[in-house]
Structures are given as C-alpha cells and as structure tokens.
C-alpha cells in the first residue's frame, strides 16, 4: 500500500486530462458546507461584536462588550482559570505521554503490548462515559477511595468539581492522540543512532535532549498546538467535572448564551478565545503547510 | 531492543501501575455499578449484586425516546456527510485541479480554531436564522464535524488503489464510470465502511453540538445521560446506559480500526 500511495504521488493521472477542473465541481459541495457554517459564522460574530446596534437604532463601530469584559473581575477570572487549566493539562500530557511513548519505542516485551492497549484505550470511550466513570470512580466515596481505605491511607481530597477535574478528565481524553502523535514522530529516530550513542558512553538523559527531543520536535509542535486549542476550547469536560465559580471560558459562554441569553456577550467572549487561539492555530497551520510541501516534492 | 532498557523492565511496571489506576479501574467502575442493587460505602464491592435496573431503564420511555432521536440524526447525518464528502475525497485522491492543495489545507483548517468558540459563533448565527431547537441545526452543526474524516480516510482509501487496475480495465474498454463501478470502488469499500461506522459512532456520542443548539427541545442520549448524571439520585441509570450504550460502539470501532491501520488517524491531522 506504501509504494502505490507514493506511485500515485509521482505519476500524474492519466486516466483524467490534466488541466480540465472537473474536481472543483466535487469538492464543491464541501468547501461550501466549510465556507458558509464555519467560516463564514465565525468572522460575522466577531463582526458583530464590534459593529453593534446603538441606543438611537442605528448602526456602528462599539468596544463595549470588550470593555465590559476586562473590567469585569469575573470574565477575566474565568479567563485565567482556563489558561491554568490549559497550561497544567498539556504539561501533563507531555509528562505523561512522553515515557510511554520512548517506552513502547524502544521495548518488544509483552508488557510493552499491555501498556499501549491500556494508553490507547481512552480513544474508544465516548467524553459522556468518561466523565460519569471518573465521577464514579474518583468522586467523593467512589472507588478510589474506598480502595485506599481499605489499604489504610485516609484523607483522600476528591478532585471532583475542583479545577483538578478537568485537568484529569481532559487529561484522559487527549491522551491517545497525544501518544499516537508521539509515537509516529518516534517510529523515525533510527535505533542505531541510540545504540551509537550509547556505545560511546551517553547517558539516557543525553540521549533524551540530544537525539529524541530534535528528532520528534515536528510531532511535538502538532501535539502542542492542536493539545492547547483543543484544551482551550473545551466546555463539556470543565462543565461536568470543573468548579462553577470560577469556570473556564466553555461554560461561561454556555452560560452567557443559554442562560445568560446574551449572544452578544458570547460571541465577544469567543471573539477573545479565537484571538488567544489564533497562534497555536497558525502553528498548527504552518507545521501541515510544511509537511504537505514535503509531500508534493517527494 | 536498547540497553538501558533492556537490563530491568521497571519503566514498564511504573507505566503499567500507572495506567491500570488511571484508565482501567475508572471504566471498571461502571460496569460493577450496572450491575449492583445496593453498594454501601465502606464497602469495596457491592453489596448486593443484580440486573434489577437494567429493566427499569428499559422501561423508561424517556430512554428510548432519545435513543430513536440519536439513531435517526446519526444515520441522517452519516447519509449526508458521504454524499457531500465522497465525491470530493475521489476528486482529492485521482484528479488534477488548481487550487487542490489550498482546499485540502482548508479542511484541515477546521482542526486550527477552538471548537466551542465555533459551535458558539455558529449557534449566534442559528439564532438569527431560527435554527436553535430544531433538528436541521444540530444535522448541520454534527455534519461539520464529519467532513474532515469522511474525506481524509476515503481519500487515502481511494490512493490505495491499484492504478494498474484501473488502466488494464480501461485498455479493455471499460468505460471511466464502469472502471469506478467495478474496479476502484470495491477496492476502496473496506475503507469507506470504516468511515462510515467511525462517523456514525461518533455522531451518536456528539455531545456539544447537539447541547448548544439541540436542547432542551432535540433530546439526543448524551444529553439524556448528562441530565441523569447531573440530577438522579440512582447511580445505576446512567452506568446501565453506559454500558448498554458503549459496549456495542465498542465493538464498531475496533472493527474500522482493523480495516484502517493504526496511525493513518495520527497522519491525517499532520502528526
């Protein structure tokens, strides 16, 4: 399958004459899906948070919202409760997912199996099954605790509708992608490269920082950019596990929305997590430009 | 095998600790909750085992009223999503336009913005146009999140045809659309039903499109779930559901995954 796939790459079609657009007319079904219920909704409300109805009826240009926004101690609290959230998450997930991965790269064992099928498992548990299995489990008198009693450690602080929550539910969540990512970075460094290293006396750390860390940097801007935004933008975790007040910015603009019933005020707030987003999307965009350019010269 | 791991397995014992206490006792935990009738709390198993609940959710009439709400919009938005996106993942892998490499980045860019701020600002302008509550909003909020993996797999499905294939039965005489019809579309099929029950499964456990712009009145199962999780007393309903509900998802899943190989899912997101 590898080598049709390259085959295919390098040899134009001939079964269809070059030149002749016909592709455009089957793609555009999709591209205007795309255009008109992503694109376009996105850049009308952040229009519309600036270009805004005024008292007298008319329309014009107004900061309003944004002003309320920074000066209101609550949106800006909630602001930097999902920056904590989203900055502890993705260290985590790196700790984590990080050994795993230069584990399951470098060990052939039968508990090398054991630990990819577990690491991989989250991938197949829909977000509703996960966040009721962690409340069942690390909740206040759930499993985990019952377990520890009964080894005889006591005082467990459940993380439950603490900002802890979500940083474990979203933790659970990403981990699959995060380590297949990883590990797809990993499948390249080249195993005589290590045993090279190790031959002249290299510790694991400097075969770490030297050799794993250059060679998988690629697969860890992917996992970092796409980790934040989705992190960042997360509601359903923070919403079921996560303290109310303060929250993170996918359940305040839920609330601001249904509740609030502000569309306004929400579309600002969206507006702010777009801007916020915006760089790690622009690495992210970066990071697949250059690799699908990699793709096309090969 | 290298040598610093290879002397003693202690890493993989850590991350094996590690990960039975934080994926599999969590997932275990449901299951022992569908089956329990009492579990008092010092206790570390339940007290008194049975099935008791599972008939009473089959008796709710609530249950399989969103249970029928969520099998409908998965299959409507399943339908649409391979009629929309099929064609365009044969145009991406076997023909010539300008521009190609521009519209499949774009695709890939739904992936470079936070999505609940998206499903908000798309919810503002479902507002305006009165779709908030009704079923063609969540159809279309749920179809966009298909798009990109009805194209990617059936893309690289479509690549992996044997080109040769196609040209022997063009050299015959076989007409373009009789070389689709008979050669490269039965080649692909493995694939294509991939994605399709990967996007099926997905579409029924979709939670925050449907939250935002289906509810109160579009009550699909994961909403349901939500409102048993949040309100109900009695643990077991929602862990009887989860169950019933994922065991069979489960089933679907490792079965495409099986069709489509480990990492193409990794790749396509730029990995």
Request: with cysteine; charged share 10%.
């Amino acid at each position: 399958m590898a080598d049709t796939l390259q085959g295919s790459t390098v040899t134009p079609s001939k079964a269809v004459p070059k030149g002749r657009p016909y592709g455009l007319l089957f793609i555009a079904l999709p591209v205007a899906l795309i255009v008109s219920f992503l694109f376009f909704p996105a850049l009308k409300s952040i229009f519309g948070t600036i270009w805004v109805k005024q008292p007298d009826g008319s329309y014009g240009v107004s900061i309003a919202t944004y002003q309320f926004f920074f000066s209101d101690a609550y949106s800006l609290a909630n602001l930097a409760q999902t920056l904590w959230t989203t900055v502890v998450t993705m260290v985590m997930l790196i700790a984590v997912n990080l050994p795993i991965a230069i584990y399951l790269r470098f060990s052939k064992s039968k508990l090398a199996i054991f630990v990819q099928v577990l690491a991989l498992f989250p991938m197949f548990v829909p977000g509703i099954i996960i966040v009721y299995a962690l409340i069942r489990y690390m909740g206040p008198n759930g499993l985990l605790q019952t377990l520890l009693e009964a080894v005889g450690i006591f005082g467990f602080q459940s993380p439950y509708l603490t900002p802890w929550g979500p940083v474990i539910g979203m933790l659970w969540d990403a981990m699959p992608f995060t380590l297949l990512v990883l590990t797809a970075g990993m499948s390249a460094i080249p195993t005589s490269a290590i045993e090279a290293a190790e031959d002249v006396g290299a510790s694991p750390m400097r075969i770490l920082f030297s050799i794993i860390l250059p060679q998988i940097k690629n697969s860890l801007l992917v996992v970092t950019s796409l980790n934040f935004l989705g992190l960042f933008g997360q509601a359903f975790m923070p919403f079921m596990l996560g303290p109310t007040s303060p929250e993170m910015m996918g359940p305040f603009m839920l609330r601001t929305f249904s509740s609030v019933r502000d569309p306004l005020q929400a579309a600002t707030q969206a507006t702010i997590v777009f801007a916020l987003c915006s760089l790690a999307g622009l690495a992210y965009v970066r990071s697949i430009a250059r690799r699908r350019a990699q793709e096309v010269v090969k | 095998m290298t040598g610093w791991i290879k002397r003693l397995d202690w890493p993989g014992y850590v991350l094996a600790i590690f990960l039975i206490f934080f994926v599999l006792l969590p997932i275990l935990t449901v299951f022992i909750w569908a089956f329990t009738e009492q579990w008092f709390y010092p206790s570390i198993l339940p007290t008194k085992w049975g099935l008791k609940y599972w008939f009473k959710v089959l008796e709710r009439g609530d249950v399989w009223a969103a249970f029928f709400t969520s099998i409908q919009l998965s299959a409507i938005v399943t339908g649409l999503s391979a009629l929309i996106c099929l064609p365009a993942a044969y145009a991406f892998a076997r023909m010539d336009f300008p521009g190609k490499q521009l519209f499949m980045m774009s695709f890939l860019m739904g992936n470079a913005f936070p999505r609940f701020a998206l499903i908000i600002s798309i919810a503002v302008l479902f507002l305006s146009l009165n779709l908030v509550g009704t079923w063609a909003g969540v159809i279309i909020i749920q179809l966009l999140n298909t798009i990109l993996l009805m194209i990617w797999l059936p893309t690289a499905a479509f690549q992996g045809v044997s080109r040769n294939m196609e040209e022997a039965a063009a050299d015959v005489g076989a007409t373009p659309l009789q070389v689709f019809w008979h050669v490269t579309l039965p080649q692909a099929l493995p694939a294509i039903g991939a994605a399709l029950l990967m996007t099926f499964v997905w579409t029924f456990y979709e939670t925050e499109g449907a939250w935002l712009v289906g509810a109160p009145r579009v009550q699909t199962m994961p909403l349901m779930m939500m409102s048993m999780i949040n309100n109900q007393l009695v643990v077991q309903y929602g862990a009887v559901l989860s169950v019933a509900l994922w065991v069979p998802s489960l089933v679907a899943l490792l079965l495409a995954r099986r069709v489509m190989g480990s990492d193409s899912f990794a790749k396509g997101l730029g990995a």
